[in-house]
């Protein structure tokens, strides 16, 4: 005989054609429904992750991975640190900076953070080079006194390439008519467009040596470092730290933004909760089905339980028919997920052309289209959370039908 015996039955049971009919299209309500949670799970989860990457990458376009800092205005023996910095196998690129916030004139007057870089360095430490929409990071030249702008701050100062901007720090000079604030004139070389308001609208770069220049340096602020694994970034600069010999203020890419990758995270965590809820419900759906189910099956199972079926494999009888209905909604809920996931922004691009709409504008929004990261990993895990919800949902139906006592259910067969 087939064994194992609870599974033979259970699948015969589950290809018979029923008697009610009602009872069948419960089990198709309850399959689809499992499907449809998980498929939107699967999607919503991809959407999250894909909008997740796509911030995290365009801050990470202009954030370093790590940044050491001294203590006072300026990073001495920078060159040594840089060297050092250089042969720590987890760093991948390693540039110096200075850094300070001084008020631009151009047309008009509005505050920005000057980043003073090494143009033939600074690519290994980010993408700026990547994101100009005029000119080129290696037009910075030192003793042109060149400027390289944000699109938003362009804009903001009325400028464009090839116009002059006052550079006007918070320091002053000493003068025989009093103090004076420091200023110099600079030439718009370029402009850039990371897509992320913070750095479009107030960064300005400089060649390093120009920066020194203007706000009396003897060196550069600090040390930027690209790493292998940003999520190491915190160990890797402290230990780096501490081998270069001094005191250093050590920053991760996640201190200037921690509350925002909180935000994004607890976002994702609400929202798989939520869906999962949703999962959980077409899941316990099976309960009525299989109670249903039951009810119609009182003559078998007490035919079974007569021919010495024990009440254990009775539950598994009908924990079989509830797992396979389950699966069989899983399956068709993770085909479709990771098929609606992978060609979601194709498909929104074409409901947008069809009906004539526009879910994320761009004047709005920086993000101007849907992004779907599909992880495999998450996949698998939204499978199983639904898999255990269905097994649970099988669990009391299994147990009336052991229940069920032979004597009673035959009495008027």
């Known amino acids: 005989m087939f064994r194992p015996l609870e599974l033979f039955i259970g699948l015969r049971y589950t290809r018979a054609k029923r008697r009610n009919h009602f009872i069948s299209f419960i089990s198709l309500v309850s399959m689809l429904g499992i499907a449809v949670g998980v ?186 470092l690209r790493l292998d694994d940003m999520f190491h ?47 959980a419900v077409a899941a316990f759906n099976l309960v009525s089905t299989l109670v249903m189910l039951v009810t119609d099956k009182q003559a078998d199972i007490a035919i079974l339980r007569t021919l010495g079926i024990s009440p254990q494999s009775i539950m598994g009888i009908f924990m079989v028919q509830g797992v396979i209905v389950g699966a069989f909604g899983i399956l068709l809920g993770a085909l479709g997920g990771v098929a609606l996931a992978t060609n979601l922004p194709a498909l929104v691009k074409w409901i947008e052309h069809t009906f004539n709409v526009e879910f994320l504008s761009p004047d709005v929004y920086y993000i101007s289209e849907v992004p779907s990261d599909m992880h495999w990993s998450d996949v698998g895990w939204i499978a199983a959370i639904a898999f255990v919800f269905c097994l649970f949902a099988t669990l009391y139906p299994a147990w009336r039908a052991s229940r069920t006592q032979p004597a009673a259910a035959l009495r008027y067969e």
């Open 39 to 224: 498929t939107a799970l699967i999607t919503v989860i991809s959407v999250m992750n894909g909008f997740e990457k796509e911030l995290t990458d365009r801050i990470l376009g202009m954030v370093a991975h790590v940044s050491i800092s001294g203590v006072d205005a300026s990073l001495r023996d920078w060159q040594q640190a840089l060297k050092k910095a250089d042969a720590n196998p987890h760093v991948l690129g390693a540039a110096p900076y200075v850094e300070r916030q001084a008020l631009l004139q151009g047309a008009r007057v509005t505050g920005a953070v000057i980043h003073g870089v090494l143009p033939d360095l600074e690519p290994k430490v980010s993408e700026v080079d990547r994101k100009m929409v005029s000119g080129r990071l290696d037009d910075l030249k030192a003793g042109a006194f060149g400027i390289i702008l944000g699109n938003e701050l362009a804009m903001q100062l009325g400028v464009g390439v090839g116009d002059k901007v006052t550079v006007i720090t918070p320091e002053v000079n000493a003068t025989p008519v009093g103090a004076m604030p420091r200023y110099k004139r600079f030439e718009v070389v370029g402009i850039f467009s990371v897509g992320f308001q913070e750095y479009d609208e107030g960064l300005a770069i400089m060649h390093m040596d120009d920066a020194e220049r203007l706000f009396q340096l003897d060196g550069p602020t600090g040390i930027r």
């Open 233 to 279: 970034s915190w160990d890797i600069g402290r230990d780096l730290a501490a081998q270069l010999g001094q005191f250093y203020r050590v920053q991760d890419w996640r201190s200037g933004h921690a509350n925002f990758f909180s935000a994004v995270s607890m976002e994702k965590k609400v929202m798989f909760i939520i869906l999962s809820l949703i999962v």
